[in-house]
């Protein structure tokens, strides 16, 4: 009976190391798997950092209308807008050897085809018109020449044209942006503070909302306005972004920022989006802050992949201008969901591009001579 039971019990060891010889085989293997898969030079990034790449996308856009600009030949569409249910676009016709115009031309679509609205002539002189914004009842432009520089406004019903403000010509540019009732502009004045004003298209009422903005802010940076909401830097050396509720008239978040180089902030009344230079590349670190939680998410963006061109706010959206791949890159950073949209690769480039309230990227497509409205 005893050799029987060490019989058995060593049946028991024999197996017990055979399992163990097994094991120890494949943690050997484990071990050699992993020591091969470390990166040998691995990049430091942040845990809220998002590096963008070129895996596969999936699809965010709902739906695409293609509208075709009745442009005659010698003219150049410099401008878009639109609302939920209009699109506009100008159209000049550049004045030879100036960087004027000799002739602009305003136009909506009616049922799909181009339909003039307004009209400026001056072949001798020539003139400017840019910064189209359209409000659901006006259209507002800036209009400029040797003697006057104007925002004007334009009733889309009675097609009564008035000036809003009037500039010196020698004053700062005008870039206008709005939503559909508010428009916004900076107006820089030479030796004295950078002002952003704001007009209310509904009750008709201009006010100043800050002038302590920042210097560090380009002479081309935009004060956008999403659903009542716009964003602006104040500071010298200590910055911030300030979130503006046009509706109230009033602040409701103020986000202190690290650095003196803030590109075109924007926001909603959950978001702000801005850009960041960095010595590591000439694309700008991109910057998804939320408002209700604090949450600093930033996109890394490399030379390797994208050539920004311009970047905006829908929503919880990023919209990327890409001129790498002729392209606009649609991010969620919420789930790292994105999309590309995508019409010419060869020779596509998206040279004017708008956001609308209504979930719409509004684009003019330079390659095909349309201008689309990408539902998201």
């Not at 400017?128 to 406004?153: A, C």
Request: proline content about 3%; glycine content about 4%; aromatic content about 10%.
């Amino acid at each position: 009976r005893h050799r029987s039971v060490s019989r058995g019990l060593g049946d028991v060891y024999k197996r017990q190391l055979r399992y163990l010889f097994l094991g120890l085989i494949v943690l050997f293997l484990v071990l050699i798997f992993l020591l091969f898969s470390v990166d040998p030079h691995p990049q430091e990034t942040d845990l809220n950092d998002y590096r963008w790449d070129k895996s596969e996308s999936i699809a965010l856009t709902n739906g695409i209308e293609v509208l075709t600009p009745s442009n005659a030949p010698g003219y150049d569409i410099v401008c878009i807008a639109g609302t939920s249910s209009s699109t506009y676009y100008v159209s000049t016709k550049p004045l030879i050897g100036t960087n004027l115009a000799e002739s602009t031309n305003i136009y909506t679509f009616i049922n799909g085809e181009s339909q003039l609205l307004f009209s400026y002539e001056t072949p001798e002189t020539g003139h400017w018109v840019n910064e189209l914004v359209s409000t659901n009842e006006y259209l507002y432009w800036v209009y400029s020449d040797s003697t006057e520089k104007s925002i004007i406004q334009y009733d889309i019903n009675s097609n009564a044209v008035s000036i809003i403000k009037s500039f010196l010509p020698s004053d700062g540019e005008i870039l206008l942006t709005g939503d559909s009732r508010f428009v916004t502009w900076f107006e820089y004045q030479e030796n004295g503070p950078i002002a952003l004003w704001a007009l209310d298209s509904k009750t008709g009422e201009m006010h100043l909302i800050s002038d302590r903005i920042s210097p560090t802010q380009s002479a081309y940076t935009r004060a956008y306005v999403n659903n009542g909401v716009t964003s602006f830097v104040e500071g010298d050396n200590s910055l911030k972004i300030v979130v503006w509720d046009l509706n109230l008239k009033a602040a409701i978040s103020e986000v202190e920022i690290d650095s003196s180089s803030i590109m075109n902030p924007q926001a909603t009344a959950n978001y702000l989006l801005w850009g960041e230079e960095t010595p590591e590349s000439t694309q700008p670190k991109l910057h998804f802050f939320n408002l209700e939680t604090n949450a600093d998410q930033t996109i890394l963006l490399s030379d390797e992949d994208v050539r920004v061109f311009s970047f905006h706010l829908l929503d919880n959206h990023i919209i990327l201008n890409d001129r790498m791949s002729a392209s606009l890159l649609i991010l969620n950073p919420d789930d790292l969901t994105k999309d590309s949209f995508q019409q010419n690769a060869k020779s596509h480039v998206f040279v004017l591009c708008a956001i609308l309230n209504s979930d719409c990227v509004l684009t003019y497509d330079a390659a095909n001579g349309n201008i689309l409205r990408i539902k998201l």
